[in-house]
C-alpha cells in the first residue's frame, strides 16, 4: 500500500494519495502514513490539515521526534507566512 501511495503521490495526484493514506491509517495505523499524509497537505498548501494529521499521529505515537519535528516545521514556516 505505501508504495502505491507514494507513486500516487508523485504524479502529483493528491487527492488520490489523500483517500490512500487515510485508509492505510485507518487499516493499520504507522509512523509513516501520516508523515506521508501530512507532506500531502502540505503540497496541497493545506498546512492546518497537515498540522492535525501530525496531531493525530502524536496521540498515537507519543514522543515520535519525526512527527514532533514536522510540526515544528510547519507551525515555522505557517507562522512566517501569517
Known sequence: M?????????????????????SSITDQPMIDMYLYLAKVYIRMDQPLA????????????????????????VHEVHTRIS
Open 2 to 22: 505505501s508504495l502505491t501511495c507514494t507513486v500516487v503521490c508523485r504524479l502529483g495526484m493528491y487527492r488520490d494519495a489523500e483517500r490512500q493514506f487515510k
Open 50 to 73: 497537515a498540522i492535525e494529521v501530525y496531531k493525530q499521529g502524536l496521540v498515537k505515537f507519543p514522543q515520535e521526534v519525526s512527527l514532533l519535528l514536522g510540526q515544528a516545521r
